[in-house]
């Protein structure tokens, strides 16, 4: 069991881990599948290492060790869903898997130390580096996953960056070039340098490695912290005999080493090594991103710096650390918040000409995270949204590449300049370079869902192959204080530019010492001529560049109008699902009717009242009412009839009779009788249909429930039919396995009776309990004389 120490991103040591399980593989198993291709390029998948950070103290106190990750082997991981999590909710839903599984090409444990993880993965893109070839490693994860103590790791524990320099060092020995006229230029050129040049150089150099010197000086006094270059020389103490090339060729010329250091925050570059950043009240200058002609993107204005030694490189890493934008978050103190981008080019010069150039970045990407999380806000939650933007054009990069390689008939669109970072590494990512990934996690609980998300890019990340054309035949281009190609004895520098001559104006070998006794007139002539192929070479571009911009164009109508169909073919299977859902919506709605009418019906019986007889009754309570109303007209008309009796001189009148009295309140009583006759009559309809229309409405609430109760029968048969089509398709498969095992028990019987006719050891006849008793109890009976003898000689003996 081993207890190993691991720093975070902020550098603070993080909580001792006992480890039961080690993982030593030899650099051999790891890498990655290789082959040669005609004319010396290669072709290899993109290697991608894990790495996995110990928890701390607080995370082990905050319960976050739940058994997210496990290591199967040195090559695979599996990631287990925790309770609470996004997948874990998704997968009991149905919705994906709680279990992942990924393959890397090595996997490195919380043992793992720097030393190894160097001597595993850096090693042999190191070689190449020396060897004249371009090389890429960016760190990827979330954030305070560790991948700045990847990339640069801690003065007692170096990083990849300082072994890398320290390695360089260590190669060139004594065949450093010592002169500073000869530096990078463009993306592969190199720039011859005056003598004011070389001094503006020396002078800018000075003046960052005095500004570390004075800021660190009182820091050492006090005796708290040791020269960086004597850290990191203590501390690299491994092996590197393997990094030494053909010794024939060891020998040979000399070596620059100039160095840069950028970020990209908020999507613009910025120059970690320019000394008037020290002071934080002028306003940082952003650097443009140029394209040489060539297809190779560069920084414009970035300073390069040369360096000769380990010291220089320590204290030119700390100058631009302490430049670089960093800010604290709920789960980083210290979270970077810009893409750092660490960048060397080893010039070989063979006297005053530059042989090859070769490139080595180190690049380590700013950690992908969620807001809700980490509580950022305001300018941190801009840098977040900048962050996040920029890793998902990285993965779509990686993700058209991959696509692009499986299916090489459909063309895909790359979107490398959407990006900053990704435009830099274009021609890394197309061939010009290997490139690795060093793939950071944590074992946190709380950050299971991105960790998974780093996962799966890692995993589309393995599957891209990279073919890098042999550099050896390359040359770079050497140009002067103005930018353009030195002439030296009438040969242009670069064979690189003689593309933009015909081959009529190439001059002989032995016509090139002569070039520089052509007249004037002669020397215009030439340079008209070049004009000329300038002017012609720049048209059939934009000629290109149009056919190009039509091609896609026109690929682009191809897809809209692609989708446009696909949309009207969505339109018209919505419509057709929606008149199909029309009419078993009207189907179940007639059946409906038809059941609560047969239910109404039999619920009803002698209750029921036709139609018909309903309104002859209506028509005779409207009959009644009429002749009520007519008795009541003419009860009154009686009544006034007899108050109208002539009162005038009633002396002289004679009064009436008796009889006309006596008819006429008969006939009163008989009006009266008949009226109250009438109206109890209408009172007898009127409850009468007062009770019918409370049947009504009895009727139609019976109705509602039965047809609420007919949805629910419905819904319950129909999970009733699919059950049972479940339980037979269960019993058909028990019945089949039976089948299966009667066939199997048949075949068995088959072989035990062949075995048994071919066996020459006879059965043994099956006897019964009884028999075996029998046997039992007279067997010592047939031995009773030895019983006897022994008997007898006991009894002698007394």
Known sequence: ??????????????????????????????????????????????????????????????????????????????????????????????????????????????????????????????????????????????????????????????????????????????????????????????????????????????????SVKDECDPIRASGRLSSPATCFSSSLSYNQTVLASDPTEAGSGQFALWVAFFEIYNECVYDLLQPSFCSKSKKRAALRVCDDGAGNAYVKDLRWINIHTLGEASKLLQFGNKNRSAAATKMNQSSSRSHSIFTMKLLKIDGSTVERISEFSLCDLAG?????????????????????????????????????????????????????LTKLFQAVFCGKGKASMIVNINQCASTYDETLHVMKFSAVAKQVVQVI??????????????????????????????????????????????????PEDDLVNIIESLRTKLLAERRRNLVQEMEIRKEMGDAMLQQLMESEDLRMQIAEQKESYQEKLENTFEMYKDAIKEHAYQCAMNNLEDDYIPLDEFIAEQEKVAALKHKVSELDTLTSGVGRELCAVPTVDQTSQTPPSKATEAAGEDRCKWLYKEKCAIEKMSEDKQQLILSLEKRLIELSETLQTIRDGFLEKSADLEALHRKWDDQT??????????????????????????????????????????????????????????????????????
């Open 469 to 518: 054309p042999d550099k050896s035949l390359e040359s770079p281009c050497l140009v002067g204080r103005d930018g353009k190609p030195l002439v030296r004895n009438g040969v242009i520098d670069s064979p690189g530019l003689e593309s933009y001559l015909s081959e009529e104006e190439l001059l002989d070998e032995e016509d090139e010492a002569d070039m520089s006794l052509l």
């Open 368 to 420: 992908s995270e969620r807001c809700n999380k980490t509580k950022t806000f305001g300018e941190r939650l801009k840098e977040a949204g900048n962050i996040n933007n920029s890793l998902l054009i990285l993965g779509k990069c990686i993700s058209a590449l991959h696509n692009h390689q499986t299916d090489r008939m459909k063309s895909s669109y790359i979107p490398f300049r959407e990006s900053k």
């Open 1 to 210: 069991m081993s207890t190993v120490k691991l720093r975070g991103e902020d550098g603070i040591n993080m909580q001792p881990v006992d480890m039961d399980m080690t993982c030593n593989v030899s650099p051999a198993t790891t890498s990655s599948q290789q082959t040669e291709l005609p004319g010396g390029a290669e072709q290899q998948t993109m290697r991608v290492y894990l790495r996995i950070r110990p928890f701390s103290k607080e995370e082990l106190s905050d319960k976050e060790d739940q058994g997210c990750v496990v290591i199967e082997n040195n090559q695979t991981v599996t990631l287990k869903a925790p309770k609470g999590s996004a997948t874990m909710k998704s997968s009991e839903k149905g919705i994906g898997t709680s279990l992942h599984k990924f393959s890397f090409s090595q996997i490195f444990g919380q043992e793992m130390t720097q030393s190894e993880l160097y001597e595993d993965t850096v090693k042999s893109q190191m070689s190449d580096f020396l060897d004249g070839k371009n090389a890429l490693i960016f760190s990827y994860g979330v954030t305070n996953a560790g991948k700045t103590y990847t990339i640069q790791g801690t003065p007692k524990e170096p990083g990849i960056l300082p072994r890398v320099l320290d390695a360089t060092f260590h190669y060139i020995g004594g065949r450093l070039y010592e002169g500073m006229d000869l530096k990078p230029y463009l993306r592969n050129d190199a720039q011859y340098l005056d003598p004011d040049q070389v001094k503006q150089e020396k002078s800018a150099k000075a003046s960052i490695l005095a």
């Open 729 to 798: 398709k269960s019993m058909d498969d028990i019945l089949r396995q039976n089948v299966e095992k009667d066939q199997e028990i048949a075949s068995l019987k088959a072989e035990l009776a062949k075995h048994s006719q071919k066996s020459p050891v006879q059965p043994k006849t099956k006897r019964g309990l009884l028999a075996n008793i029998r046997e039992a109890v007279t067997s010592p009976r047939n031995s009773s004389p030895g019983r006897k003898l022994r008997k007898t000689v006991k009894t002698a003996h007394n």
